[in-house]
T-cell receptor
Framework: NAGVTQTPKFRVLKTGQSMTLLCAQDMNHEYMYWYRQDPGMGLRLIHYSVGEGTTAKGEVPDGYNVSRLKKQNFLLGLESAAPSQTSVYFC?????????????FGEGSWLTVV | GENVEQHPSTLSVQEGDSAVIKCTYSDSASNYFPWYKQELGKRPQLIIDIRSNVGEKKDQRIAVTLNKTAKHFSLHITETQPEDSAVYFCAAGITNYGQNFVFGPGTRLSVLP
């Protein structure tokens, strides 16, 4: 049971380049999330998904797109990277409703846009 | 929407002393309040949580208290140890809607030997 796995862990991009962050979970969780973490700002929700085939915007969605084609995977895309997107990105998952709201995080992906 | 404030932003204590971190929230509908610990370069991990029908919860050296009337909750760590050094995040949200969690900005706790 690996939990939540993110790839890649580190990446340097040039402004304007595109990339996709991959997230996989093996806990059969319905909910999945992408957060970004910046110094002094905590964790901010970018996009989330409440089930396969569904996605929704979070607090800071601009410049990002997501897809949830399979229940276990949640992809975060940057179409045209900007220096403001330099951050640490965390994928997370959680079971829905009364079964608990604990959010399980991946190990993080450090992205630098130059 | 929900707004979570957290104080202090940094906290240094001597080993063996207690540490207290306080959070306030704005949405009276919130009823789930978790605390996460994040060690340097690692993922955030849940350490304790409390639901709105409980005023206090304890787990060994850590405890969380909740005052729904005042809309604030606190993390208490007793007999601090060097391994308690980390960034601690509080969050507030509505049970059954994990996507509505809002995290506080974090508190960096340093336990000095």
């Amino acid at each position: 049971n690996a939990g939540v796995t993110q790839t890649p862990k580190f990446r340097v991009l040039k402004t304007g380049q595109s990339m996709t962050l991959l997230c996989a979970q093996d806990m059969n969780h319905e909910y999945m999330y992408w957060y970004r973490q910046d110094p002094g700002m905590g964790l901010r929700l970018i996009h989330y998904s409440v089930g396969e085939g569904t996605t929704a915007k979070g607090e800071v969605p601009d410049g990002y797109n997501v897809s949830r084609l399979k229940k276990q995977n949640f992809l975060l895309g940057l179409e045209s990277a900007a220096p403001s997107q330099t951050s640490v990105y965390f994928c997370a998952s959680s079971p829905p409703g009364s079964s608990g709201n604990t959010i399980y995080f991946g190990e993080g992906s450090w992205l630098t846009v130059v | 929407g929900e707004n979570v404030e957290q104080h202090p932003s940094t906290l240094s204590v001597q080993e063996g002393d207690s540490a207290v971190i306080k959070c306030t929230y704005s949405d009276s509908a919130s009823n789930y309040f978790p605390w996460y610990k994040q060690e340097l370069g690692k993922r955030p991990q849940l350490i304790i949580d409390i639901r709105s029908n409980v005023g206090e919860k304890k787990d060994q050296r850590i405890a969380v208290t909740l005052n729904k009337t005042a809309k604030h909750f606190s993390l208490h760590i007793t007999e601090t140890q060097p391994e308690d050094s980390a960034v601690y995040f509080c969050a507030a949200g509505i049970t059954n809607y994990g996507q509505n969690f809002v995290f506080g900005p974090g508190t960096r706790l340093s336990v000095l030997p």
